[in-house]
């Protein structure tokens, strides 16, 4: 990965369940904690104060305050659903378990996720160099 790019991740059994990779001038020097996959949080201080809770994969809660009212529900990973109010439309939807999973931004033409198995998970911004 180029500089400034982090490897976001956690792990369930043994294999990677999620991962993701964020770089680029708006997100550099990201940490990302994750204690016993519980009420995990993430920072990122591009976007300060943002907060992504995991309490056992259920209520989950990102806020983005660069994106107000921000939220993504995680309900025992089925269903999910991601509105992004500063991306007009934008929702991803995790059926079957995270598979065959396609996250659509309108606001930035050609992005999307693919979540497969619980797999290599990968999230493209055309918008930022590296960035997958």
């Not at 020097?29 to 809770?53: D, I, M, Q, S, W």
């Amino acid at each position: 990965m180029a500089s400034g790019e982090h490897n976001l991740s956690a792990q369930i059994g043994g294999e990677q369940f999620i991962s993701a990779w964020v770089g680029g001038p708006r997100f550099e020097k990201n940490t990302v904690y994750l204690p016993g996959f519980e009420r995990n949080t993430v920072f990122l201080p591009g976007f300060e104060g943002n907060t992504f809770y995991q309490s056992d994969f259920e209520g989950n809660t990102v806020c983005l305050p660069g994106l107000e009212r921000t939220r993504c529900i995680y309900s025992g990973l089925r269903e999910t659903q991601c509105i992004y109010p500063g991306l007009r439309g934008t929702q991803c939807i995790y059926p079957n378990f995270f598979r065959e999973t396609q996250c659509i931004y309108p606001g930035y033409r050609g992005t999307q996720c693919i979540n497969s198995g619980l797999r290599r998970t990968q999230c493209i911004y055309p918008g930022y160099r590296g960035i997958q």
